[in-house]
Each structure stands twice: as C-alpha cells, then as structure tokens.
C-alpha cells in the first residue's frame, strides 16, 4: 500500500497533443483535490511519455530509474509512478513487468487516472489502455486559468498508416470531437484569458462531423468569438487539405498565415513506399493553391531522412523540394525504425552516417532558408501577440502572424498584441519596433 497522493507534477514529452493531455490530466487531479508541485517533491509523477522515434521505451525505464534514485535519496521513499502517453498504450505490460510501475494509462483512457491512482494506492497495479471512442473527453472538467496561447485537440488519431509511423497504433483511429464541444471548449479558454488558440489533431484538417462539417467551418465559428484574436491549427495532411481551408486562408482575418504541411521526401519513389498518397508534384500544387488563397503564407513541414532504401538521388530530390518550396521553417528527422510498423522489416536500412551527412546538409538548406524568410519579413508591420519576457530587462518575447519569435523592446503585458515594425532578422527570431499603445 502507498499513501494516496497529495500532490503530483505532470512531465510531458513529444508533440503538441500531449502537451495539451499533460494540461488536462492536471486539470484533473486538481479536481481531485490533488495540488500541483515541483517533480522533485511531488507525491505522484506522471510521465506523459512519446514513442515517435528513437528509443522512446529505453527512456522511460531510464527516467523512472532518475526519478526513484533521485527521490530515495531525498526522502528515502519514491513517489507513485504513471506512465502515460503513447509509449504507455504501446509498451504497458513490459513497463509494468520491468520497471513496476504503479499505473500504466494509454492516451484515449486518462479519463480514468483518479480511479487508477486510488486503486494504485490500495495496492495494485492499474493498467487502462483501452480506446473508447469519444468517452475522454466528456469526463475531463472545465478548463483552468491558461495563459495567451492555448492548445484545443479536436481530432485525434490517424488512419493513413504511413509506413513509418506508429501513431495509428498507439493513437488509434481519426475521431473528431463534436462541432459543440469544441466552441463551447474554444470560449473556455478565451474567458480563461486566451488570446489565440490552436486547433490540434495528428490529422487536424481530416475533421470533420457527422453534419458534413469540415475544419473551415469550424475556424469560421471561432473567428466569431470576441476576443479570441487568433487561430492556429496543426498538424494536417496534404491529400486532407480542402478547398474550404484554402479558401478560409483567403477570407478569415483571424486565421494566421501560418501552414504545417508535413512532405517527409521529396522522392516519388519513397513517398510511395511510405505509403504517403500524394507524390512530389501534387503537393507543389497544393502549396500553389496555398499561396494564391494567402501568398504571404509561411509553410512549415516535416522531412525524415535515411528511409529504408533511401538513395542519394532520392534525397537529391528532397532537396530539389526544398528549394522549390522555400519553407519558413521546418522539422527534420532521421528515419528510425519503430517496432510494429512495416518500414521497420524492409530491406536496406540505411547506414547511420548516411543518416548523419544527410541530415546536416537537409538541416543547412532549411536553415538557410528560414533565415531567408526572416530577414523577408524585416520592414513588415504586423502584430505580436506577447508571450513572455525576453532575455534582458524591459523586454517582452512574442509570435507574428508566421509564427516567428519577436523580441520587442517595451513595456509590453503578457497577452497584449503589440503593434510592431519588424526591423531586424536572426535565423530564430526576429526584433521589433512599437509602433503604436498596445491595444487590449
Ligand atoms: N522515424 C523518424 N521520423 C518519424 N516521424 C514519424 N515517424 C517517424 C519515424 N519512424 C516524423 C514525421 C512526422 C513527425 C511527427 O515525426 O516526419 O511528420
Ligand atoms: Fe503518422 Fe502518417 Fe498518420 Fe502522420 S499521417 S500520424 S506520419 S501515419
């Protein structure tokens, strides 16, 4: 038996989507009576845990192995354990069998965690990883204090099964919460003080509801709440991208010119082996129609190298891509095979420092790029919306419109929109000049 806890402390890695279930799982142990602490002290931890790459499982056992050493030495007993998140419903029974953990719980069940956590204290080992659809999130409480820019999931899961990824096993299938939930959760936030919100899903733009509803119409509804100033939405896919959201691009002034647009390869020939279902030139056609509806917009992406069977002029033609593209920014990865997916058994795994040489000169074309896109934005006015303090005294850190991190020298308030003059660019930020009192 462990003494039913107090107090916990929520540590989340990987994506966006478990940051927004790390604030949820929080929000609901605070309901529970439960308060938040510092990781060091706390009764309870839940590692909110990611398995998109690299020896995810290796690192969960290693940080359970900190955490209790840590705590032993401190206060001569370790705190509960829960593993979360996505390497929980993946991997449970083998985390439980090694590391003995006391609760194991699967992203689509933390509804359930209280009872998990109580049943962990009366002495045994809970495990939820089941996938009831659409039960989560009605059972989670209404959402706390939240600063500026908040996270809403309104899609989770994945039905593309590309070849790579484990998401559609660990996730589950595409489900869209209802049209109602998500405003009803969207004004929430905003009378909790959010200024701007961003739509998540591992295939946001695939939402849809049971009236034909699509992500467009959505953001449409939103732009109408009063003082939610911006929309945001990420992660989508390109055979899943609507003339609706194009077209929402054009028309809805609080909709950011800002697009995610994974590619992964710019190789026909690799794409299909992903089992992707766009090619090269259908999605430099898509970002064409993008750029007509809102030709300021900035694109980001994600690119993995090293896929198995991955030649030079595969990648050549990644690299062609980007040129082609000019993205604003991006994310790039070397390819690593997870347990379970079919890419994991092909042939030709490539050799590591393949990966490595291909990886940096990927990551110098977008570097070179990004900072491109920087110094293009200098001379623009645009607002800022304020997230924090900067470095030094008397300056604040916020987001243009491109999701570009602006430094601006003034007294500025978290979450006023700072009306700014872009006047100089680095390849991370950029610096700012007021223009004009901020406006709340
Ligand atoms: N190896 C490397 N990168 C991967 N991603 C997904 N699965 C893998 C993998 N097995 C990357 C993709 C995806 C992003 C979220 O993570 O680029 O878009
Ligand atoms: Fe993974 Fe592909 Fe689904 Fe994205 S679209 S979550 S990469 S399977």
Redesign the pocket.
Known sequence: MKPVPKTFAVKSFG?QMNVYDGERMAELMTREGMTPADASDADLIVLNTCH???RATEKVFSDIGRIRKDRRAKDGRGPMIAVAGCVAQAEGEEIIRRAKVDVVVGPQAYHNLPKLVAEAAAGTTALDTDMPVGSKFAALPARRTVGPTAFLTVQEGCDKF?T????PYTRGAEVSRPFAAIVDEAKALVDAGAREITLLGQNVNAWEDTDGRGLHDLIRTLDRIPSLARIRYT?SHPNDMAQGLIDAHRDVESLMPFLHL?V?SGSDRLLKAMNRSHDRTSYLQLLDRVRAARPDIALSG???VGFPGETDADFEETLRLVDAVGYAQA????????PG?P?ADMADQIAPDVMDERLQRLQAALNRDQLAFNESAVGRICDVLIERPGKFAGQMLGKSPWLQSVLVDSAFAIGDIARVELTAAGPKSLTGRQLVAAAA
């Open positions: 994506c998109i790459r690299e590309c790579y990824c484990v998401v992660t994974p992964q994600d690119f993995i994310f790039s990865f070397k390819y690593s095979p997870r997916t890419a």
